[in-house]
């Protein structure tokens, strides 16, 4: 999966709303078919999901378009896939995902609309919002090719604060927990880690302290619910001009050390070997592969035999 720094939601029968969510910069749009559409609007909102996804495709081929479906105990989803996955389509959020057999449920409905409606290479965005998902997190992320990306919790009142009964806080101590399950669940399949959105839409402070927090655990993205919200996700997700030639610097220490026969080297006052520069190739490779992101490819090179 591409990977999002920000994921903006916009209630799917509200195509009006999509011109703000494109010009807040935004990395993906969710169109949502769930909660924020009423349940007597879902049939009509289907089609206008589907004719939104062709419009904004034909204006922007760059920005990930997912729609948000009704959770399969509803048993909605498969008419809202019937109607949505339609070419431009980048993915689905799909919501209420407990076990890895949940997984291969959405799998069993999506292989049959992308055959029938000429799509493929669809992806999931699964939010983790119930305690089984949190219990089932290495599986759910293990579960499908289809599966890019998981969104450790935090929201102060959605379902995994009901479920699990913590208290929120603007520091998120109390979901610290549940977010590194999911964060390490991620880590070791090799897909996106997102975390959770801020509800508080007018405290932009607190949001860059959350956003800035969950990038120093780990996490690589955000989910937001105001296209306000959008900047300050990507600026704390984007690696500074700094952080880069910091890197970039640190492996060009290392090659010149290494052509001297050396396997470690003073830089910048610390002391560096292989394993500093996988990690400095894997963070510029990431860095170089966000939306809108250039540079060169990273070098790659071995240590000498003998290492240090």
């Known amino acids: 999966m591409v990977p999002y720094r920000s994921i903006l939601f916009v209630p799917g029968h509200k195509p009006q709303w999509l011109d703000k969510a494109l010009a807040s910069g935004a990395d993906c749009v969710v169109l949502d078919l769930e909660d924020s559409v009423p349940a007597d609007l879902k049939a009509g909102a289907r ?21 948000r479906v009704n959770p399969l105990d509803t048993r909605l989803t498969g008419a809202d896939l019937e109607a949505v996955v339609v070419p431009g389509l980048t993915g689905v959020f799909a919501p209420k995902i407990e076990t890895a057999t949940d997984v291969l449920r ?82 070791e399949a090799g897909i996106h880690p997102l975390t959770g959105l801020w509800e508080r839409l007018d405290d932009l402070v607190g949001l860059k302290t959350f956003a800035e927090k969950g990038r120093q655990l780990g996490f690589r993205g955000m989910i937001a619910i105001h296209p306000g919200h959008v900047p300050v996700v990507n600026e704390a997700f984007t690696p500074t ?60 090179f071995d240590a000498p035999e003998g290492g240090r």
Not at 52 to 57: D, E, K, P
Not at 160 to 183: D, F, K, N
Not at 272 to 278: E, G, Q, S
Request: with cysteine; glycine share 8%; proline share 5%.
């Open 47 to 67: 089609a206008t999901v589907a004719e939104s996804i062709r419009a904004v495709r034909a204006r922007d081929p760059r920005v990930g378009l997912l729609v």
């Open 106 to 187: 959405y799998d069993a409905l999506l292989d049959h609309f992308e055959a029938r409606n000429g799509v493929q290479g669809l992806e999931y965005i699964v939010p983790v919002e119930m305690i089984g998902a949190i219990q089932n997190a290495r599986e759910i992320a293990a579960a499908s090719p289809r599966v890019g990306a998981m969104i450790g919790p935090t929201a102060e009142h959605a379902d995994i604060a009901r479920a699990v009964g913590y208290r929120w806080t603007p520091e998120g101590e109390e979901t610290l927990y549940l977010r590194s399950r999911v964060l390490l669940a991620c880590r």
């Open 241 to 300: 001009a700094d952080e880069v030639e910091f890197h970039e610097g640190l492996l060009a220490a290392y090659q010149a050390a290494a052509a001297a026969g050396s396997g470690a080297v003073r830089y910048r006052g610390v002391h560096i070997d292989k394993a500093h520069v996988d990690t400095a190739r894997e963070w510029l490779a990431h860095a170089r592969s966000l939306p809108g992101a250039q540079g060169a490819p990273v070098p790659t």
